[in-house]
């Protein structure tokens, strides 16, 4: 027990100083501890959470662009800001469990009529979830930024915003492999390498508008998400062009 003066000690107590833990019991609260916590936690070592928030390797969830399957439901996110407005949509492979993001939209200082294209050139069918912020931000004609893109055509409702349970729940889907992301995204993976915690524990909060659509589709986005519909067309060839379906034996 350190001695700090005559009158104070300081006392570390971690898991292995607890006689009822095995180490089958200590494994699975290891594995269950974010990283930034797991010293602490552990070993009783004092910690101010500086460093990366998820320091999971980027050679772990970089994958090569793919063709989505049409049938893996879709969502994106959008972070409004007038210097930075930032939006990722991600596609979700329910027989893994595992979230693909595929795309992304980033940039500042543009009106909201230009991020609405440049959104619904990705799919006008896709449906969005948006931070609840964006109810009561404004850009410059006292519109609530979420009715301002309602009325533009997007398909948007609000998303749940925890943020430490939301962090918690994206490093254990980084950490177990249910997260990919495709190799193009540059502006995704530049946020990732600086997303981290001061000094006293708190977020950076500078460069993390696509940190936070990931948060928001992985909080939000499995009861959002729906796969592309089927065009009349392909339906009615599917059925034989004649609108009678095409029974198979």
Same mark, same amino acid.
Request: glycine share 8%; charged share 25%; with cysteine.
């Given at each position: 027990?350190?001695?700090?003066? !005559?009158?104070?000690?300081?006392?570390? =107590?971690?898991?292995?100083?607890?006689?009822?833990?095995?180490?089958?019991?200590?494994?699975?609260?290891?594995?269950?501890?974010?990283?930034?916590?797991?010293?602490? %936690?552990?070993?009783? !070592?004092?910690?101010?959470?500086?460093?990366?928030?998820?320091?999971?390797?980027?050679?772990?969830?970089?994958?090569?662009?793919?063709?989505?399957?049409?049938?893996? /439901? %879709?969502?994106?996110?959008?972070?409004?800001?007038?210097?930075?407005?930032?939006?990722?949509?991600?596609?979700?492979?329910?027989?893994?469990?595992?979230?693909? &993001?595929?795309?992304?939209?980033?940039?500042?200082? *543009?009106? /909201?009529?230009?991020?609405? *294209?440049?959104?619904? *050139? %990705?799919?006008?069918?896709? /449906?969005?979830?948006?931070?609840? =912020?964006?109810?009561? %931000?404004?850009?410059?004609?006292?519109?609530?930024?979420?009715?301002?893109?309602?009325?533009?055509?997007?398909?948007?409702?609000?998303?749940?915003?925890?943020?430490?349970?939301?962090?918690?729940?994206?490093?254990?889907?980084?950490?177990?492999?249910?997260?990919?992301?495709?190799?193009?995204?540059?502006?995704?993976?530049?946020?990732?390498?600086?997303?981290?915690?001061? !000094?006293?524990?708190?977020?950076?909060?500078?460069?993390?508008?696509?940190?936070?659509?990931?948060?928001?589709?992985?909080?939000?986005?499995?009861?959002? *998400?729906?796969?592309? /519909?089927?065009?009349?067309?392909?339906?009615?060839?599917?059925?034989?062009?004649?609108?009678?379906?095409?029974?198979? &034996?």
């Amino acid at each position: 027990m350190p001695e700090i003066s !005559e009158s104070k000690f300081v006392v570390r =107590a971690g898991w292995d100083d607890v006689p009822h833990l095995d180490e089958k019991t200590k494994k699975e609260l290891l594995e269950s501890t974010p990283p930034h916590l797991r010293d602490a %936690r552990s070993k009783g !070592e004092p910690s101010l959470g500086a460093g990366a928030i998820y320091p999971v390797p980027i050679s772990e969830i970089i994958v090569d662009p793919f063709e989505i399957p049409a049938y893996w /439901p %879709r969502v994106y996110a959008l972070d409004v800001g007038w210097n930075r407005t930032a939006v990722l949509w991600g596609a979700l492979d329910r027989s893994a469990d595992c979230w693909y &993001f595929y795309t992304e939209h980033y940039r500042g200082k *543009a009106e /909201p009529s230009i991020h609405a *294209a440049a959104i619904q *050139a %990705r799919g006008d069918w896709i /449906p969005g979830l948006i931070d609840p =912020a964006a109810r009561g %931000r404004s850009q410059d004609d006292g519109k609530q930024l979420i009715v301002t893109y309602v009325m533009l055509g997007l398909k948007l409702e609000i998303t749940k915003n925890a943020l430490e349970s939301g962090i918690y729940e994206v490093w254990q889907r980084l950490s177990t492999g249910r997260i990919k992301v495709f190799s193009t995204l540059q502006n995704f993976w530049a946020e990732y390498r600086l997303y981290r915690r001061d !000094e006293d524990g708190g977020i950076i909060k500078q460069f993390d508008h696509l940190m936070d659509d990931m948060r928001y589709i992985v909080l939000s986005g499995k009861g959002r *998400a729906i796969p592309k /519909p089927i065009e009349r067309t392909q339906l009615l060839s599917q059925m034989g062009g004649s609108g009678d379906p095409i029974l198979q &034996f």
